[in-house]
């Protein structure tokens, strides 16, 4: 527990390199696996996943969204994700790319060359007005930095929380300067989220956005959702749905400043399909090496770095008793370090995505939006962002790497670079030519 607690990444690397597939893990009072083979991921997420409910951890880390759709269960999750669904289809989605460029053309208008910026703080901004804007039909522009902080401050109680001072064994309740903070934070977060959906009720209006399917929607008694279940469930979005997303731009970002020889090729691909046009949804087909580019940052540096379960009932895994209530471990970044599935695995390099090498992976060597029903309902939202996001920055600024500056994960709830990632900016010489607002 206490390798654990001081760097939880490289314990359950070494945990799982020394001692194999399933490793019964020494957590006080608590019978917790780590599980890192594909084929034990996913008789855990697809196969044998009516065995499992989220576990304690999470349930604990990520009370702040309530009962909302990431951590609900059973047959009222199962109807809140029927709820949400459509606004995640593919083509709704398409409609969000003007959005999400317009958006990061909108946050470049204030860049300059030669300075320096914390990458990952404006890539937070941007991903949170992004999907405020498409999901909500909210401005938030305002109210980003605040969302921020309280972001901040929430990452920092959970990343805390093993840390080993006596104070993090306290219950929640306790007026501990970190409880203070968080429950501050969280206050900070409803104040905003009440906001916009007291506006869009006021208005009456239905805009056809995810809000106006959650305000309108009606069980089979006609009944519509009560305000908190609506809280949380606008909360789950915008948490789920910004955070993660602007952790893997920020690795990617900081990864292919220090990859010149990635750079290049992806320049390359941006010149030929872009031909110094914005990006726009119509070209992802042809951006495979921007996709490239996201998928290896997201192999080795995952936003979501860890799921967990819950066993609901014994079972059996790789040869090993499951008893009921065992807590397990599944770790993306463990599994996608893993040298038996991917060669070199410490090094970045985005080509092994297009040259057929990954091509015959087990399915679960590589899931950074988890898998089976409770796969990420924002997958490819996310994805169409990300690639979005970097061809419309990457052709207009190089972002260099700070010398002797090295970002380090801090695994909390999402795997959030500590202190964030300052890079330089320098402004590219190739004459470009905007979209007409
Ligand atoms: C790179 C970006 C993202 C990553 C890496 C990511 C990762 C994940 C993962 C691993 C899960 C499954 C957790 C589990 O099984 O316990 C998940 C669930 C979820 N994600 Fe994402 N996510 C991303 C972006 C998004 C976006 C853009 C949205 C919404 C706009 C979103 C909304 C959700 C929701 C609501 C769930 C819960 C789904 C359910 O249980 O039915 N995520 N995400």
Not at 11 to 25: K, M
Not at 31 to 50: C, F, G, M, S
Not at 384 to 413: H, K, T, Y
Request: proline share 6%.
């Amino acid at each position: 527990m206490i390798g654990y607690a001081t760097d939880p990444l490289g314990y359950l690397t070494r945990c799982s390199r020394e001692y194999g597939d399933v490793v019964r893990l020494r957590f006080p009072g608590t019978l917790a696996y780590l599980i890192t083979h594909p084929d034990h991921i996913e008789q855990i997420l697809v196969k044998n996943n009516r065995n499992f409910i989220k576990d304690k951890y999470t349930r604990e880390e990520l009370s702040v969204l309530g009962s909302g759709l990431l951590i609900s269960e059973g047959d009222f999750w199962r109807r809140q994700r029927r709820l949400a669904q459509p606004a995640f289809h593919r083509r709704r989605i398409e409609a969000y790319g003007e959005t999400m460029v317009s958006f990061t053309e909108r946050m470049l208008e204030d860049w300059r060359d030669g300075e320096v910026r914390d990458v990952h703080r404006e890539m937070m901004r941007l991903t949170l007005e992004i999907v405020a804007k498409t999901l909500l039909d909210a401005d938030i522009a305002g109210e980003a930095e605040d969302v921020g902080e309280a972001m901040g401050e929430i990452m920092d109680y959970f990343s805390d929380q093993g840390s080993g001072s006596f104070l993090r064994l306290l219950p929640e309740r306790f007026p501990t300067p970190g409880n203070v903070r968080y429950r501050r934070a969280v206050r900070r977060l409803d104040g905003i989220i009440y906001s916009i959906i007291e506006e869009r009720r006021r208005s009456g209006a239905d805009t056809g956005d995810l809000l106006s399917m959650l305000l309108h929607a009606e069980d089979e008694h006609g009944n519509r959702m009560d305000p908190q279940q609506l809280r949380d469930e606008v909360m789950t979005v915008v948490l789920a749905g910004h955070e993660t997303t602007a952790i893997a731009l920020s690795w990617m970002f900081y990864l292919l400043g220090e990859n010149p020889e990635a750079e290049t090729k992806l320049l390359a691909e941006l010149e030929e399909v872009l031909d110094g046009r914005t990006p726009t949804v119509g070209d992802l087909p042809r951006l495979r090496y921007a996709d490239a580019v996201i998928k290896e940052s997201m192999r080795l540096y995952p936003p979501a770095w860890a799921i967990g379960r819950e066993a609901l009932g014994e079972c059996e895994i790789g040869g090993y008793r499951v008893p009921t209530k065992t807590q397990m471990f599944i770790s993306q970044y463990v599994t996608h370090r893993d040298s038996r599935f991917f060669d070199d695995p410490e090094i970045f390099d985005p080509s092994r995505w297009l040259d057929g090498r990954t091509q015959s992976l087990p399915h679960y060597a590589y899931f950074p939006f988890g898998g089976g029903p409770r796969l990420c309902i924002g997958s490819n939202f996310a994805r169409m962002e990300a690639v979005l996001l970097l061809a419309a920055i990457a052709r207009e600024f190089r972002l260099e790497p700070v010398p002797g500056e090295i970002p380090v994960p801090q695994p909390s709830i999402t795997l959030r670079p500590r202190g964030g990632i300052r890079m330089k900016l320098s402004k590219r010489r190739v004459s470009t030519e905007r979209s007409e607002p």
